[in-house]
Each structure stands twice: as C-alpha cells, then as structure tokens.
C-alpha cells in the first residue's frame, strides 16, 4: 500500500521548497539585490513544518513523534544560524567563527535523535527506551564542545593564518572534525541494522536499499566537499542546507519503503479489507467501512452490542462493540448457510419419506452408521476439550467492558482457543492412524508459549528427539501442560518447558513461577496408570516443579 494523496502532494511541496532555495541563490549569484540568504531561510523553514506536520498525522507513537519534532526544530535551527551568519555578521568578526562552529551542533544530535526514534519499532504503543541507550548523548556532546572548542585546540578546524585572518585564509581538518563525520557513517548504519532487525514484514526488508540512496549521494556531496572544498563553497546548495535534506529524505525513506512503520492510508486499509466492519461515531456517522460491509443504523449497532442481531430476513449477523467515541462493527453474511441448513432439513424430510421403501432403508442404515462414528469421533473431541469450550464460551459473552480487561480476556481466550484448536486436531489424527508425531506436541507447545508471552508470560521451551508413537502418549502431554498453564494463571509469570524424548520415554518438565493453583499429581491418574506414566509434583521457594514420565513402550513406531 503507497502513501496516501496528501502525503504525496505534501513531500512534492516540500522538494519544490527545497529546489527553489538553489534557484534563489543563483538569482542573488547574479543580480546581489535582494538577501537571498533570508528567503532560502524561509523556504527551509516553511519545508520543515511541512514536513513535520505531515509526519505528527502518520506517525502513532508520542515518542517517536517528539523525536521527529525535535529532528525539524534542529534543522530549522541550523538554517536559521548559517543565515544570521550571512546576513547579521561580518564575516571577520569572531561570532560569525562561533555560529559556524554551531552548525555541527544539530547535525550531531540530528542523527542521534534519528536513531533514538528508530528504536520504536516493533514496540508497543507505550513503550520506553531503555536508559542505558541515553549514554549515547555523552559522545555526540563530546563532538559538539570539541568543536565549540577548537579556537583553543584547532584539532577541528586549522588555520593556516592563525585565528586573526581565519576567514580568508584556507584551513585543514583535524580528528575532531573527522570524529564527527565516522559518528554520521556509524549512527546511519546503526539505524539501518536496526530497522532490518526489527521490521517485522519480511516483503518490506528487500526496500532496504532505498534510504541508503540520500545517505549515499550525501557521502558524495561530503567527499567532494573535502576534496575540492573551493569548488564546492560557489555551489547553489551550500553543505548544511544538504545535509538537512538529506536527514528529512532518510527519514522519508525509510517510512514510504514501510521499514518505519506508519498509519497513512488507513482508509485503503478498509477498502481492501475483505471482513465486513466498520467504525461508528456516537452520533451514527459512519467513518470507515469496508466494502463487504453493508449500511447499519445507530440504533442497530447499539442493540448488537448487547446480542447478535439478525438483518436482511436473518441472513446476516450484527455485531459491535463500544469504542473510544463511537462503536466498531462486523457484519456476516450466513445466507448461504442459511440456505445448506434448508437443504439438509428437505433432505432429512426427504429421507424420512423414503424410510418406508425397503431399499431405501439399508442406503438410510449405512448413513446413520456414518452419522454415529462422526458422532462418536466429534463427541470424543468434544469431551477432550469440552472445558475449554465451557471457558471460551462465558468469556465471550460476557466481555469486560474495560478496554484494558478486555484485551487481556482476549489474550487469555486466544491461549485457550490454540489449545482447542491444536488438541482437537491431534485427536483427529490419533482417531485415524492410532499415532502421532512428537513435532505435533513441539508445535502445540510453542503456539500455546506465543500467546502466554502475549498474555506477559515470560515463558521458554526447550525440545529434544522425534520420533512417531502412541496418540495418546502425545494428548496426554498437551493435557497435562495445559492444565499447568492455565491453573498457573493469571498469577504466574515465569514458565520453563523441556520435553526430552529418549531412552524409552517421553518426558515433559515445567518450572512456573508464583502459579495461582498447583496442579495436583492426580491429574490423569486413571489415564496415567493404564499408560504407565508417573507424574511428579513438588514446590520450592514459590516455585511450582512438574515432571511427567510417558514411557513409549522401548522405541518409536
């Protein structure tokens, strides 16, 4: 998905902006009659809030939002000292030394403040850097008083003339000012391993390359500059007011090429949205809405808050939820289900009919045979994770109205749904083939782990060994870990699982901190006994241990 409309026509002004600064100074170049210096001020300048602006609408994250802030204040501040330079200064006079020492002031911190901001990804809303990270503001000031400085030290800047005649006299550079050009190189490869490391769509990682093109026609602008440093000072664009374009397009880079990521074009999110919803305000104006959605009134998402509702004849379900300002909604349409239900109704009165032939009789017998194996098997199912079901079912009727309890409640019933989920399938396997594979219980576990993290739990899993063997060996080990999970919660906040599978047997330790209720070592005890397992209870120091011994009968199948 690209950038919306205004983001597009935002940046072009901005780059307009920015060109025409070129186009004033080769006007004053040539005709000197008006202080183009103070017009390319204000084109920076009103390019900057363009652009900030722009990102305080795509950006989510306050913190990342005040960096960026921070980031143009510091630009147009660097604009604004070079022009008092140019325009307020005489050029001999020792402030204008000073205010041309300052402008390495913001570019040190620019990129720092770049960096710091990158830091957010992939973190929650609310999320704070780590204080250690702060230290870094020791050598960027270190950088920044080495050149405040260097009229004591010239290790920045050396005049060949000395002071006195510094600004018509030619100069070389020193190792503080080479410090603070491997200090750029190093924060813009930090920020780039970082945004690789964290951005969490793979597809968007292969667009790395784009935010390295300002970085690297930057590097050119640099290397020619210390290389033939007179040619470069007539250029129309002078070296501060290219390095702040080249700060605010890396930024850009990085957020159209999705490695930052941003909430433009949210209206095309719904668009293409194939689920049937929508946002609601309190006075029934509707703001977004996919197009599988169908038009719903106020007073019918309100009344579905509460219940589902049927519309259209009972061919679709109605249901909201009261947000922040207003209501979102979903719709679904079950007209065909609605319609399969008909058919299997006059195919059950169809066969009632025929009940009377004879012939018709044995083709009824074969099918109630089937009909009460698939019972059967769905009712084994069911019993396996009828508690579950019982769980999920209260939680979802009854959700808190808090919206911080009802995403934790939704945390807790998606742990409880992927045990449904991954038990119920391994069921179906074992009911079939009699066997299962230890990755089964190795992807059960980790996807129950996922969404314990999810839910704050720090939890870890370990596993050795493979092999294929008796079903129930498996679902009893799922059953078991379940049942430690969830009567650990919502008070434990640590849980270790190894599951070691060798020399015979089938062993499944967990260590869990602070468990709200121990698990007892009759669980499965009638299960337990018939397969020859040993379960093994015990506490120490708060902290619940559970060892479970499935021997697997000398080997795997």
Partial sequence: MGSSRETVISNIICIVLVLSAGVVRLAGYHYGTFSFNTVICALFTGAAFIWVYQLMRRILQPE????????????????????????????????????????????????????????????????????????????????SAGIMTNDIHQQAFRFTEGLDYWYDSPYTHGPVYFASIIWLGLMFAAILIVVFVRCAVPENRKKIWIPTIPVAAGALYMVMFLIAQNIISDWIYKVPEVICFVFAAFIECLIVSRLIPSNDNYDKLWEASTTGAGIMDNDGNIHYRSFSSQPVTLNQVQMAEEDTLFLNGGNTQLRSHAVNGGYGYWVKDITEINRLN????????????????????????????????????????????????????????????????????????????????????????????????SDELRLAVSESLEYARLYGIKAHASFSGECEMDGRLILVAYEMFEAALETGMPDTDTLFVDIELGSGNLTVRIEMNNPAVLITEQFCSGEMAELGGKLEVGVEDSTEFINLILPTGGGCR
């Avoid at 009712?379 to 209260?394: C, M, W, Y």
């Avoid at 009854?398 to 409880?416: D, G, L």
């Fill in 64 to 143: 990342r939002r005040r960096y960026f802030v921070m980031i143009a204040v510091l630009i147009i501040f660097w604009i604004m000292i070079r022009t008092v330079r140019y325009e307020l200064v005489l050029s001999y006079q020792t402030i204008s030394r000073y205010l041309w020492y300052m402008y390495y002031i913001p570019q040190t911190f620019i990129i720092l403040l770049m960096f710091f901001s990158v830091l957010y990804i992939g973190k929650p809303y609310d999320w704070q850097i780590n204080k250690g990270w702060k230290l870094l503001y020791i050598p960027a000031a270190v950088i």
């Fill in 342 to 437: 008909k058919e299997l109704e006059d195919m059950g009165n169809m066969l009632n009919e025929e009940n009377v032939m004879l012939s018709a009789e044995n083709k009824l017998a074969e099918k109630q045979s089937s009909i009460r194996q698939q019972s059967s098997l769905y009712k084994s199912i069911n019993e396996g994770v009828r508690l579950q079901l019982d769980k999920l079912d209260k939680l979802l009727k009854y959700p808190p109205q808090e919206e911080t309890e009802f995403e934790q409640m939704m945390k807790y019933a998606c742990i409880i749904n992927t045990y449904v989920k991954r038990h119920s399938n391994m069921q179906l396997v074992y009911e079939k083939d009699g066997t299962l594979s």
